[in-house]
């Protein structure tokens, strides 16, 4: 309890005082549209590759341990209805 | 059975609360000891060289009502849940929504009375220029408390006979009030600003309005839905 | 499971094979070089992120009012789907942010509102396992305040002054980048419905087992 009402502080701290300065900042025009170019600029100073490969390798593992954690719930629960059908079968007789 | 009309019935609720509150004082006095426990310690974990931290004020005044109310939205369903006065509400002919309007105002009360403190209190710790603009501040703070006061009460009142009710408030109430608080907060702010802007503070007061509509209306119902049983 | 599934989980699994090879082939961007292609997922798997939380409303919303329990296995397994595309949505987003922005993280409307939006999501999940009995009809409750945050989320980023892109954007894509976009989308839409459909048929067996438990007891 006491640790979860720590977490919130923490929570609302960050939101409440960043976004005040948030505010006070001035970001960048955002960019109203892509558009697409016909070289690629030269590298600046944080490499794309990482972070590109990176979030394809998030999405692509986060969705397949989802899907296998799924199907072994599924699988574990089926197993159980099976077990609890035959028993009843069972006892029926 | 005619149901008992709105209003009367309203009235009946607040009352009741206001009354019980007055007789014992006892949530009133622990919010308000907790909400300004609260405020100190951010002053003693935030200054630095006897000088408090720029724009903190702001967000320090509203985890304080922030974390103030979620004691005092569980003491108050507590207490109903002890002697069962909740059911016995749901049971009488009162219209649902008058029961819910009447505990939110009673909240509100509660809240609006601690913040009588809590503001002072900032004002003199932190430093802050608060009470430049009065009515423009008592507009946020209202704003801010109804729209937290709105959701607090209606998850409150749903989790009274739930398991693990007292960690499972913040943690639904938390993340659907967060808009509620950064507006109460930037309004807050804005009205710290030494060249102060009203277009700015009537924008985030009118956001702050806007969700205690969509709140309000949408408690109203869900309150309705989930209570009947 | 029903009979489409099967064609349906082959073509997605294709879909998505074929989908890194139409995004390496997309031209690179003026401002942000390639890592913009982290797009062609980002944004997929934010409007899914968007999609589940107003599946998990909607399905409350008719849960509270017509009290069957097919609605409110949707609402559950909406919120299920809301924290997995959520997380990959605030993941993908800050690895393109810090490339693009400098930044990882922005307090800004959008971005905050979908953290939210995000953590509403858990609060039901945690919900639901840990309210004990009765707690189905709460975090109906709760869905409609996220569901009525998504709208927020969604102009949020049209209205406020931000470095996140606005919604201009999908509808002036050109088209060498706009057909890789909407072909993950739809690969996107699909694994939505099939993890929907999966995670459907979780719901109900463990609804057949509690039944046998009960007619065990007899």
Not at chain 2, 21 to 46: D, Q
Not at chain 2, 106 to 133: D, K, M, S
Not at chain 2, 172 to 183: F, K, R
Not at chain 3, 85 to 112: E, H, K, M, Q
Request: glycine residues 8%; positive net charge; hydrophobic residues 55%.
């Amino acid at each position: 309890m006491a640790a979860l009402r720590a977490a919130c502080v923490a929570a609302l701290v960050i939101g409440g005082a960043a976004a005040s300065s948030a505010l006070a900042a001035q970001p960048p025009q955002p960019q109203d549209e892509f558009r697409p170019v016909g070289n690629s600029p030269a590298p600046e100073q944080i490499p794309a590759a990482p972070l590109l490969i990176g979030a394809y390798v998030v999405v692509l593992g986060g969705l397949f341990a989802y899907v296998v954690g799924l199907s072994r719930r599924l699988g574990a629960v089926r197993q159980d209805v099976e077990r609890l059908e035959s028993e009843i079968k069972r006892r029926g007789r | 059975m005619n149901a008992t009309p709105f209003g009367r019935s309203l009235w009946l609720v607040l009352r009741k609360d206001l009354t019980v509150e007055v007789r014992s004082r006892e949530i009133a006095y622990t919010t308000l000891f907790f909400a300004a426990s609260c405020v100190l310690v951010f002053a003693f974990a935030l200054v630095r060289e006897g000088r408090a931290p720029e724009g903190g004020a702001a967000g320090i005044l509203w985890i304080a009502i922030a974390f103030a109310g979620t004691l005092a939205l569980g003491r108050t369903f507590e207490r109903e849940r002890q002697s069962e006065t909740l059911r016995a509400l749901l049971l009488s002919p009162m219209p649902r929504p008058a029961i819910y309007v009447g505990k939110l105002l009673g909240i509100v009360a509660l809240l609006v009375g601690t913040e009588l403190v809590l503001v002072p209190l900032v004002v003199f710790l932190f430093n802050a220029r608060l009470f430049a603009h009065p009515f423009w501040l008592a507009g946020i703070v209202l704003g801010g408390t109804i729209g937290y006061a709105a959701v607090g009460t209606l998850f409150a009142a749903m989790l009274v006979r739930a398991r693990s009710r007292d960690v499972l408030l913040p943690v639904l109430l938390y993340p659907v009030v967060v808009p509620v608080i950064i507006a109460g907060v930037q309004g807050t702010t804005a009205l710290l600003q030494p060249n102060f802007d009203a277009v700015l503070v009537r924008f985030w007061l009118l956001l702050l309005v806007t969700f205690d509509v969509v709140f309000v209306v949408l408690a109203l119902w869900t309150f309705e839905a989930v209570m009947s049983d | 499971m029903p009979k489409w599934f099967t064609p349906a989980a082959i073509l997605c699994g294709l879909m998505f094979v074929i989908s890194p090879v139409l995004i390496a082939r997309a031209p690179d961007e003026a401002s942000m070089g390639m890592v913009y292609k982290i797009y062609y997922y980002h944004m997929p798997s934010a409007w899914m992120f968007l999609l589940a939380p107003l599946v998990c409303g909607v399905s409350s919303a008719m849960f509270l009012v017509r009290g069957r329990p097919g609605d409110d296995r949707r609402a559950w397994a909406a919120a299920e789907l809301t924290v997995l595309f959520g997380a990959l949505t605030l993941i993908t987003g800050p690895l393109w942010a810090r490339r693009a922005w400098g930044t990882w993280w922005v307090w800004d409307a959008r971005l905050t509102s979908s953290l939210v939006g995000w953590m509403i999501a858990w609060a039901y999940l945690i919900l639901r396992r840990y309210g004990g009995p009765g707690s189905d009809k709460l975090a109906a409750g709760v869905a409609l305040f996220g569901a009525v945050n998504v709208p927020f989320i969604f102009i949020s980023v049209n209205y406020w002054r931000t470095i996140h892109p606005p919604t201009t954007v999908v509808p002036k894509l050109r088209v060498d980048m706009g057909v890789p976009l909407w072909f993950c989308v739809f690969a996107f839409l699909l694994l939505f419905m099939l993890l929907m459909t999966m995670r459907l048929r979780l719901e109900e067996t463990r609804a057949r087992l509690d039944d046998l438990y009960v007619a065990l007891d007899e």
